[in-house]
């Protein structure tokens, strides 16, 4: 009766990486706010900048708050979070209301990534934590992209895009729902989480160091695509926002293939060996994507990013705790804060885009590339 109870409470679980993938809505979002409000790229990109700016301030703080009051209601708190910041738009759509709302987003997102994958182990056995962990990561990449699908044909069939927002709310809502009535055995022992002065000392290790500055690249090269992909196809060729839209879901659709067919290699090929290949690929569909005019062809090389990205982060966190196991508190907060890279690199490449193209602001997605090729180097020389 026991493993039955453990089976079903699973479920809610799993589900609830789905509403985790929802904070990935920003990219698309943030090419509508932009045409509705006649912002440039800069002031655009201030929206994925709330979203992810939140993981350098509350991930260890949510590690002492799992401690306080455990990891079901963590999640449940970040899962009301994230409806209050989803129905925001629907009473009041101005820019700086939006950005307020995604910076809830952010908040609530941050929460829920810090307390999810804790809270599967309370339901899950440990020979079957790792195959949970990548399921969890599938279902997230899925509402990934989902989400410029769902926004194309509500802006397509209604002409309002922001029909996305009630339909997420509707699911997170379903997911707190589902988790309140479904026991949830509590964790045995609430486990320390490290502080600030703790995670960063890590920063003095190179290794580390440069486990964590790739982090902070991976998660921007992943929301500047996210952000500046519709408009890169917009610019290059003369196609409505609705469809130039579609390249995000194109590209998280390869995301999803690479995890699931990741999960599989990674159990034959090691980690660094893949690492390399994956950003090898990456640097180069990359690099022809930049030279190319025909959308076709950009589109193949957009599906090839998706499968270059799809399994680093999981690599770069496997070996940086490889790198210090009987720190593993420490380096997994200071990892998670790195997340916050997905506020990065989109300013950046906003600026850039206002004194040249899109096409100059995915030349920094280019350099961030090359760095995780030579880092990927790195780790496999120091093995």
Known sequence: MKNNKSNLAVLPVLFGFFIMGFAD??????????????????????????VFLWFAVF?????????????KKTVLLSLAITFIALIIPLIAYRF???????????????????????????????????????LGQFVKAIASFSGPIITGLAFGSFG?????????????????????LTPIPKEKQEVATSGFVESFSLLKDPVILMLFIGIVLLVG????????????????SDIPIEKAGLA????????????FVGAILLMKVSGRKFYIGSMILGTVAMFVLLVLSNIWGILVMVF????????????IFSAALKKEPQRANEVSGLLIMGVAGGAVLPPIMGVVADYSSQTGAMLVLLLALIYLLFSAFKMQRDK
Do not use: C
């Open 59 to 71: 991930s260890v703080p949510t590690g002492l708050l799992m401690n306080s009051i455990g990891r």
């Open 221 to 236: 090269i992943d929301v500047g695509l996210n952000t500046a992909l519709p408009k890169f196809l917009m610019e290059r």
């Open 248 to 259: 995000t879901s194109l590209y998280f659709a390869a995301r999803t293939i690479g995890t």
């Open 25 to 50: 809505v920003v990219g698309i979002s943030t090419s509508y706010v932009k045409q509705d409000f006649h912002l440039s790229d800069s002031l655009a990109n201030l929206l994925p900048m709330m």
């Open 304 to 315: 090839l990013l998706g499968l270059a990205i799809a399994n680093v982060f999981p690599i």
């Open 96 to 134: 700086s209301v939006i950005l307020f709302a995604f910076a809830l987003l952010g908040i609530g997102n941050t929460i829920i990534q810090v307390s999810l994958n804790p809270l599967l182990t309370n339901v899950v056995s440990d020979e079957k934590l790792t195959s949970s962990l990548t």
């Open 160 to 180: 309002n895009w922001k029909l996305i927002f009630p339909i997420f709310a509707v699911v997170t809502l379903i997911s707190g729902l589902w988790l309140v």
